[in-house]
């Protein structure tokens, strides 16, 4: 089968390396400059590249790999240039394939297959998406094709409810992107304090957590003077907390409610 990709994405890069390896192949390279595109080709070593404006018809896949505020527009763009039976996916977590408004009523196959994953690194993420749980969502022709693209990528996947994709976002959120924000945190007090070795000790400690959460689950993974009620503890790092970050002052006590509610439930 074809694909067909909208926008040079770092994401669509990696995503075509993989499935050309498989059995798909790469046809139109879309994008909105023509040397993005020969460039994307010449990295992949197939396709045609072409930018919105020309002669040109999809089949078989359509990839739309742009930001999420433009995923809409493109689509608008380019469903005049789609054949019959294709089957158009974006790869946001955040939208549903809802937003192809219209692939219902021509008979097309719509989808999302949002890759756990974050493609900062290319070289990474051709190595990490192998191991990379997909969550995807569509309508039940675009679900069909989806499950055969994340089986030849990793072979693991959830299928989202179409309800629940908002709540599937902000759950990825909350665990990588506000893990980071407390990394942050974490590592400001050791320049506030000159302490050495940030690096060394607090990235190797959320791993080790990590793994615990994946191998004992949530609950059996809490450690700590809230886990043990060690509460002159969390007194006193209350007060430095507040003292150290007075602009996010009640995340401390917001967060040892959560951690309570963990132990109590
Ligand atoms: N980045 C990640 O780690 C990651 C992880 C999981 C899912 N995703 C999803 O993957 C999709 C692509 O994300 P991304 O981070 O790769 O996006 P991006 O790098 O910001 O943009 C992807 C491509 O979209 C095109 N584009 C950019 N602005 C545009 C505009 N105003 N109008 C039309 N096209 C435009 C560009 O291609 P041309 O210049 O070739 O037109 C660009 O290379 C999104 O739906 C995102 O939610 C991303």
Known sequence: ???????????????????????FSVGYIVSR?????????????QGMPVTYDEDFSL???????????????????????MSNNVNIYHFSGFLSSEIFEDADEQGWGRGSIHPNLSFASEKIALKAVKKCCFGIEGNEKGLELARKIVQQISNCWVEIPKQAKIAYHLAAVLASNFTVGLAYLA??????YGIDGFEKII??????????????????SLTG???RGDWSVVESERKLFEDCFQQHADLYM???????????G
């Open 225 to 227: 003077p809230v886990a």
């Open 254 to 264: 917001s967060m040892i409610r959560v951690l309570k509610e963990i132990k109590e």
């Open 33 to 45: 400059s023509r040397e993005k595109a020969t460039k994307f080709v010449q990295q992949i070593g």
């Open 203 to 220: 990235p190797p400690l959320m791993f080790n957590t990590s793994k615990n959460i994946s191998v004992l689950g949530v609950k059996a």
């Open 59 to 81: 089949r078989d896949i359509v990839f739309l790999s742009v930001p999420d505020s433009m995923i809409g527009l493109i689509y608008s763009r380019l469903r005049k240039k």
């Open 1 to 23: 089968m074809f694909i067909n990709i909208a926008g040079t994405s770092k994401v669509s890069l990696v995503l075509s390396k993989v499935l050309i390896k498989k059995d």
């Open 187 to 192: 590592e400001r007090l050791y320049d506030l």
